[in-house]
């Protein structure tokens, strides 16, 4: 499932790509990845420019000169890929749909632009979805009063973040670090990798975490995430960004995929487990539950 890192490294693209660029046509072939009126899409898709393109957690937003909004959550399959002539981005789930000729059998909706380039919304298993919503309606949308602050914002402090842990304080640290109500865009990656990191086991129960640790986790939460966002993310195969390189996040994971192997920071052997109905990884000798 494409994470937050993934999901910024389509908005950097995207954003670099997109804005004054004016939509000329769309089409899609199944109703709930696009659920939006004809007459909604005449008025205020056609025609319209782009202006800006901004990330919520795991939803991207594509703004357009008409004071309307396209919201786009990629869920587990999703990916977007804009093509034109001598360029091609893609970012999102990494299947061949990213470096394949397109439209193929998993796009849902195609947006034709005036000057001959195209944006292709693809998703394998149909649950992704684009909703051209007004600009300002976007924040009352349900997932956006849900969803939790987000982790590389500089208004989250260590207060705040122990504050919105505790409130699930009976939950393991990882579920509750998973929650996109207590704090967006965190998966399984960069849970598994940032509790390794605060050195706390991923079952332990959010009462038991000391503070300390609590802030400690913060951090590596943060460090992790920049470091995928700078690596382009964590997917390992069919990945393309704006430069045309590859997502290479997990060629430096500390944990995550590395049962067998020794913990680089002790030595003893990585296990797999399974917490919060997740696949887990940690490291045996410095996570005790």
Known sequence: MPELPEVETVRAGLQGLLPGRVFGAVEHN???SFPN??????????????TAVRRRAKVLMIDLSTDYTLVIHLKMTGQLVFVTEGARFGAGHPSDS?????????TRVEFSFTD???LFFNDQRKFGWVRLLPTPEVPNIDFMKKVGPEPLESDLTDEMFIARLQRRKNTSIKAAILDQTVIAGIGNIYADESLWGAKIHPATLVKDVPKAKLKTLLTEIRYVLNLSIEKGGSSDR????????????LQFARVFRREGQACP?????IIKTRVAGRGTHLCPKEQKL
């Open 30 to 32: 199944w109703e709930r």
């Open 37 to 50: 009126a004809p007459s909604d899409v005449k008025q205020f898709l056609i025609g319209a420019s782009v």
């Open 98 to 106: 990213l470096v394949g000729n397109l439209p193929d059998r998993s």
């Open 116 to 118: 001959g380039s195209h």
């Open 238 to 249: 069919n990945y393309v960004n704006a430069e045309g390189k590859k997502g290479s996040y």
């Open 265 to 269: 920071r002790c030595g003893a052997i």
